[in-house]
């Protein structure tokens, strides 16, 4: 190995793992302070390791708030939203995909410009109606909107396109209905797709703060972001249980990283997931 | 022959809608009633001083709150307007530089095949998989003045950091900072995906040109994925825009209003302060802003995205 190129790999990694530290510094704090006592958060110097770690911050966490009900209401939340959105997308991108009808062009269009609304606008009325009905601290007002997911429809359009359409007529030779080529042809051969999209919805929903902050008040329905930024304003300084409940509102989606990161890729290359 | 007709009556438009309906049914549903309808309730709801609590579908109700462009016109009229959208943009001025130039370096540091380079790529994501609450709860906490781990780092190399989120100066560069930092693997990996579909001859032919490191990443790694920067300016500008859960936590829009932006108006106006009309009102300007900026923007892409690859 020549000077140069060792100096160059020193270099790489030098960068590298800076970056890394970076990133990851902030979550090594989190940790270590939500080991804390409530003394040891203001000790002067501070302590980097806590000299007396303590789970009390996890306690408070759990005594005082429901918070074993707002990761199941997180998970709940995010599993049916998440199902929702395939179903949903991939039956409208089946049809924009492999059904000719008048009209398919434009209005795939049109879904494709809903995307351009921003939130904020729809936020009000759609707050107001769920009012009218009754819906607020229901957590179907949560997912209910992951029956319309343009960007999911527009990926899985992508996606359907690609497979020719001999498949399909093999299986109408054989005298199946549309539903069942949808069901039993379509859907097996979009299986990689349909695993990123599942990926990046059940991410978003996990994630998601604006819509279930004006929906769950209820402190039995939240879901973790909601609970969390609750937890915010009660215990405003007491970084040990607002760090605590940081990690814990971590772990699911850390894992599921962990074990569909191929998944998690595609996604973003994909462009699927709002940071 | 059986097959051929059916697919000949496929054709035949009418059947096709009969045969599409059933499985557009679910999202037109949604279209209707998640994006269009709001979209033209808010309309009307900007035109009024309603209050969000009096009901909607009262008969009078249009007529009796009805305000024409009063609404539109406060806004526009408000110092606190002017003062909001320069908070927004000295925001997105910091922030789109910033995130472009950390996630260039992030891809960059991923295209290597390097030993180890997956272990990076995780560690590079494992801040976009954090919720924005808790990112939020965790900066807070480090960007604590005199407790926090930040000001202690730097004290031990003999800096007195600021009061970050607490000091009007310093609290809209701090949420910069943690959003470049929250964003940088997500934007990175994006990038990335352009930076390894450029083709390795261009980079052979420039070696045998004796072309350097520093001249290959400006004279071809950038100009051949202009398309993905492009479409990372496009999508970072509109997030930019709508700004909101790290302000929420971290500063409230305090100190003293530095770091009000839009959102976080539109929120508080229309469920702290119950003002749907003026909310609804700034949520259409909001809308605006972001259409004509994008439009900025695709027009302006003609001058220096490249699609020859």
Request: glycine share 6%; proline share 5%.
């Amino acid at each position: 190995m020549t000077l140069k190129r060792k100096g160059s790999t020193l270099l790489y990694y030098a960068v590298a793992i800076a970056v890394a530290i970076v990133a990851l510094v902030p979550f090594v704090w989190m940790v270590s302070t939500s080991l804390k006592s409530r003394g040891a958060l203001m000790s002067i110097p501070i302590e980097w390791i806590p000299e007396e770690p303590t789970l009390d911050a996890y306690r408070t966490v759990f005594e005082r708030f429901p918070f074993l009900r707002t990761v199941g209401n997180s998970l709940f939340i995010s599993v049916t939203y998440t199902l929702i959105t395939l179903l949903s997308a991939s039956m409208a991108a089946f049809a924009f995909a492999k059904i000719r009808f008048r009209g398919s062009g434009v209005l795939l269009g049109l879904y494709l410009a809903t995307m351009m609304i921003p939130t904020q606008v729809t936020m009000i009325p759609l707050f107001v109606v769920m009012n009218q009905i009754g819906l607020i601290n229901h957590y179907s007002s949560v997912i209910l909107p992951s029956i319309f997911r343009p960007f999911a429809v527009f990926m899985l359009v992508q996606q359907m396109r690609t497979i020719p359409g001999d498949y399909l007529d093999a299986a109408r030779v054989d005298g199946a209905s549309t539903f069942r080529i949808y069901r039993q042809v379509m859907l097996p051969l979009c299986a990689p797709t349909l695993a990123t999209l599942a990926v990046t919805t059940f991410m978003e929903s996990w994630n998601d703060y604006l819509w279930p902050l004006l929906m769950l008040t209820d402190r039995t329905k939240m879901t973790l972001p909601i609970a969390l930024s609750t937890l915010n304003g009660q215990y405003n300084t007491e970084y040990n249980v607002l760090m605590a409940g940081s990690l814990i509102s971590m772990i699911p989606i850390v894992l599921i990283y962990v074990f569909a990161q191929k998944y998690f890729q595609n996604g973003i290359i994909a462009g699927g997931i709002k940071g | 022959m059986v097959p051929k007709t059916k697919r000949v009556k496929h054709r035949r438009s009418q059947e096709g809608l009969l045969h599409a309906f059933p499985f557009l049914l679910p999202s037109l549903l949604g279209l209707l009633v998640f994006s269009a309808l709001p979209l033209v309730i808010s309309a009307f709801i900007s035109l009024t001083d309603w209050n969000g609590l009096d009901e909607l579908l009262a008969p009078g109700m249009f007529q009796e709150h009805f305000v024409g462009l009063d609404n539109y016109k406060n806004i526009f009229a408000s110092k606190e307007f002017w003062q909001v959208l320069r908070n927004t943009c000295y925001y997105i001025v910091l922030y789109i530089p910033l995130m472009l130039i950390t996630s260039l370096a992030v891809a960059q540091l991923l295209a290597k095949k390097r030993r180890g380079v997956t272990v990076f790529r995780v560690i590079y994501y494992i801040p976009v998989l954090t919720s924005w609450v808790a990112a939020s709860l965790i900066w807070k906490s480090v960007l604590s003045p005199q407790y926090g781990a930040l000001n202690n780092l730097l004290a031990l190399v003999g800096i007195e950091g600021p009061g970050w989120l607490l000091d009007e100066t310093w609290a809209m560069p701090a949420i910069v900072l943690v959003s470049v930092w929250k964003d940088m693997g997500f934007f990175g990996l994006i990038l990335l995906s352009g930076m390894v579909s450029i083709n390795p001859s261009y980079y052979e032919a420039a070696s045998l040109d004796g072309a350097g490191a520093w001249s290959k990443f400006f004279r071809i790694t950038l100009p051949l994925m202009s398309p993905v920067i492009f479409y990372v300016l496009i999508v970072s500008l509109i997030n930019a825009f709508q700004l909101f859960p790290q302000i929420m936590i971290m500063t409230d829009g305090g100190p003293n209003g530095a770091t009000q932006v839009m959102v976080e108006r539109i929120y508080k106006y229309g469920f702290r302060y119950y003002r749907m009309g003026y909310a609804s009102a700034f949520s259409w300007i909001l809308f605006v802003i972001i259409m004509i900026c994008t439009f900025i923007q695709m027009k302006c892409q003609k001058r220096w995205v490249n699609y020859d690859t």
